[in-house]
């Protein structure tokens, strides 16, 4: 079994923002049961075990929204994705989807109650660590204050890129001790920064755990928070370093995985390509323990020939599978022409069972029989895809499925978890941060330090990866016509580049909870959502009819119960809602 499964279940006392008790009778403060004593917690085993509960928040234990693969924060709101707008199960998504949201809508607030836990979690391993045990050297001081810390810059950076600046606490405020009186007017970036820097310094190489985070995830992670903020030199400084020397915390040199689909199979778990995971773990008793959301994300109504059974709320948009034409030279559409004149699907493209379907035959990266699930075409080790029926509502979704982190037939029980009521549940880690996420933010580094070449160097590696990950049928023969190549004339327009970067980034990264988070930092995101509504709004009307991007949506409002709680002169909205 991996290491560092949730092992206490939540041993700590969920301090969710915003909340403040106070009680001047001294009878009444009495510890809920189940609850531990700070004396029993402050011994190295139980530090250590704060820790793992820390760690343990990290996939939302069971908050599908708080997630870090970000699925409707990211890819639905990015449009790479739609939840399918079934007007039933989940219907609290929908507003995300269509940028209809205000601060009162349902799971507004998921990913914020998510990212407090886990920071309340981080707050409670450093402020046992004020006054530990005599058993707690200086040694392990350091080797757990890192961890946290990086951990708690994590939950404040998912916060800072979905609500903007949040309360900032650390472990220095608690309870009783002015919690309900911290606003949200400063920058939460020096915080993370600081907790990131902390954690480079003072983490490992390597660790003896290797879910445990290590001085170059610490690294890389630094960067990637330069990056939202243009501060490319440093950025490019530390991605040097990463890229010429990083390891993962089981001493693997960072690299890329030779076969796309292999990242994402459980028996490579913890591959030279995965500089942070989420360890996730099925068969343990707890689904919470494997990727909790996933049970929606699957394709429906599979049965015992495919995998999940539910929910179909995950489903690949049109202009994202679109994408993945090349021309005749094996290079993306860069120009958007893959939505337009012959390529241009048309509105009776099979979206009732009753209409015909036939998948692409042009020109197209493999990326996307990687990624999505497209009808006719091999899916993972299970059958070929049959369509709509493993389509909620094929009107309001399409016709494509989601297929990265999906089980395989031959990971049935050993990555997949059957103790629920669906078995959509795997224990397959979660790649926060991959190593091709890596190579992409370096080159556009690169680019805006003025090193085009050395960025197209960085895209062919990636894209060398792609030009090897065709899939075959059963027979042997191409399940598709792969055309990709390498960029191999030199790039010495930065526009150009900047273009090409950004678009490997979406086939690449495609589905994993990305884009969104591209969009508004590059400032395309505007540009990009009106094309991708007007697009599929044609041919998905239930969906997405009337639905339309504006300016406030770059963030989610402040969820408003929050700001009653403690009252809108601390607690700042958000423009617009």
């Known amino acids: 079994m991996k290491n560092l499964k949730l092992k206490i279940g939540t041993l700590l006392t969920s301090a969710v923002m915003l909340v403040a008790v106070s009680c001047s009778e001294e009878f009444l ?28 928040q990290v996939n939302g234990r069971g908050n599908r929204l708080a997630s870090p693969s970000n699925w409707v924060w990211g890819s639905i709101r990015g449009g790479e994705a739609n939840k399918g707008t079934d007007p039933g199960d989940f219907s609290s998504i929908n507003p995300f989807q269509r940028f209809e949201a ?7 607030g998921s990913k914020w109650n998510g990212a407090y836990e886990g920071i309340a979690r981080c707050n409670n391993v450093l402020r046992l660590l004020l006054n530990p045990g005599p058993d707690v050297t200086e040694a392990d001081k350091k080797r757990i204050s890192s961890q946290a810390r990086f951990l708690r810059a994590h939950y404040y950076f998912e916060l800072k890129r979905d609500y903007g600046n949040t309360p900032y606490v650390d472990e220095t405020v608690d309870y009783g001790s002015g919690l309900a009186e911290v606003s949200n007017t400063q920058d939460l970036y020096p915080f993370i920064e600081a907790d990131l820097n902390y954690a ?52 693997l040199k960072y690299g890329l995985v030779p ?51 539910c929910c ?64 006719g075409l091999p899916y993972l080790d299970w059958q070929d895809h049959p369509g709509a029926n493993w389509i909620r509502n094929q009107g309001n979704a399409g016709p494509y499925s989601p297929k990265k982190y999906v089980y395989a037939r031959s990971e049935q029980g050993t990555f997949q978890d059957n103790s629920s009521w669906t078995p959509g549940y795997t224990g397959i880690n979660f790649m926060i941060i991959r190593f091709a996420d890596v190579l992409l933010l370096a080159a556009e580094a690169e680019i805006e330090t003025g090193n085009l070449e050395k960025a197209r160097d960085y895209v062919n590696r990636i894209r060398t990866r792609a030009m090897n990950s065709k899939i075959k049928r059963a027979d042997g023969s191409m399940a598709a016509n792969y055309v990709v190549d ?70 989610l409002p402040i969820p408003q119960d929050q700001i009653d709680l403690v009252g809108s002169d601390i607690l700042k909205q958000n423009p617009g809602f």
């Open 200 to 251: 480079k310094d003072n983490l490992p190489a390597t660790q003896s755990q290797v879910g445990r985070v290590n001085s170059w995830a610490a690294k890389a992670y630094l960067a990637k928070v330069y990056m939202y903020q243009n501060k490319f030199a440093p950025a490019k400084a530390l991605f040097d370093d990463v890229i010429a020397n990083g390891v993962t915390s089981n001493n």
């Open 259 to 309: 076969y796309y689909d292999d990242m994402f199979r459980g028996k490579n778990d913890n591959h030279q390509e995965s500089i942070w995971a989420y360890q996730a773990a099925a068969g343990t008793g707890s689904v919470n323990n494997a990727n909790p959301e996933f049970d929606l994300n699957f394709p429906y109504n599979t049965g015992p020939s495919g995998p999940g059974n």
């Open 29 to 56: 403060d009495v510890p809920p049961t189940g609850v531990l004593a700070e004396a029993q917690l402050s011994t190295l085993a139980g530090i250590d075990a704060s820790l793992i509960a820390a760690y343990s």
């Open 102 to 108: 205000n601060s009162a809508s349902g799971d507004v």
């Open 312 to 375: 179909g709320f995950y489903q690949p948009s049109f202009t994202f599978v679109n994408s993945f034409r090349t021309n005749a030279d094996g290079l993306p559409l860069l120009d958007g022409s893959y939505n337009s004149g012959a390529n241009q699907v048309k509105n009776d493209m099979g979206l009732t069972t009753a209409l015909p379907f036939t998948p692409d035959t042009g020109n197209l990266d493999p990326r996307v029989d990687h990624t999505t699930g497209r009808r």
């Open 486 to 555: 390498i960029y191999k004339t030199a790039w010495t327009d930065a526009n150009a580049a900047r273009a090409a970067v950004r678009f490997e980034r979406k086939l690449e990264l495609g589905m994993e909870g990305h884009r969104f988070y591209d969009l508004v930092r590059w400032n395309t995101v505007q540009a990009e959502l009106d094309a991708y509504l007007a697009y599929d709004s044609k041919l998905l009307v239930a969906a997405f009819g009337g639905a339309k991007f504006t300016e406030k949506h770059k963030l």
